[in-house]
């Protein structure tokens, strides 16, 4: 179940986070996954925000499937990018074989941590044979809040690899850095990518 308080602040915040992700162009690893991506191919964007990812992979020639747990940013979304979001928690996602990614950018890590394995098997069934997930994460230990009342579920590298191994993926690319965010802190993270292995 998605946290209320996490969810009040995307809410209310929608329109400062959408400027603080506006790009003109895809960053690097938006365009490595868009690369990735067949034409036409179709991708769930899991925790979609403003829609600013799904508007460049539209723009690429895909199908975004954008979804988030913001009433706030799917609003914003369909009126920014005229984009058809819909609002979905993770619990919502289901189906087999739907998608060729999954853009899943810094949202799974608002998920309760024993609810992450039973989420990337979904995340992996949707996904069809050959596939690629991209995930990022932030690192470190234990749950906690940010300043702006976010709750965190921290990873390290190893336990994600592992979830996205258990689930049926074969990890591609690992890239770890430091960034900031809507709160303002320089927090650690991960992305990675996997791609779904035949009949897992």
């Known amino acids: 179940m998605a946290d209320a308080l996490t969810i009040a602040t995307y809410d209310a915040r929608a329109a400062e986070y959408a400027d603080l992700i506006a790009n003109a162009v895809p960053d690097k690893s938006l365009q490595d996954f868009i690369d990735l991506m067949p034409a036409g191919g179709h991708v769930l964007d899991l925790g ?12 690429a020639g895909l199908v975004p499937d954008p979804v988030d747990a913001s009433a706030g940013m799917i609003a914003l979304a369909r009126e920014k990018f005229a984009l058809p979001a819909r609002q979905a928690s993770f619990d919502d996602i289901a189906g087999v074989a739907l998608y060729d990614g999954i853009w899943a950018n810094f949202s799974l890590l608002h998920a309760a941590r024993q609810d992450l394995p039973r989420h990337f098997r ?25 300043t702006i009342n976010r709750l965190y579920t921290y990873v390290t590298v190893e336990e994600l690899k592992d979830f996205l191994t258990i689930a049926g993926y074969h990890v591609t690319y690992i890239k770890e850095g430091e960034d900031k965010g809507l709160a303002g802190t320089l927090d650690p993270f991960v992305i990675m990518r996997g791609k779904k292995i035949e009949n897992a």
């Open 48 to 59: 979609c925000g403003p829609g600013a990812a799904s508007a460049h992979m539209r723009s």
């Open 122 to 146: 979904a995340l992996s069934d949707a996904t069809k044979p050959g596939g690629i997930i991209h995930v990022g994460m932030k690192t470190g230990a234990g749950v906690a809040r940010d």
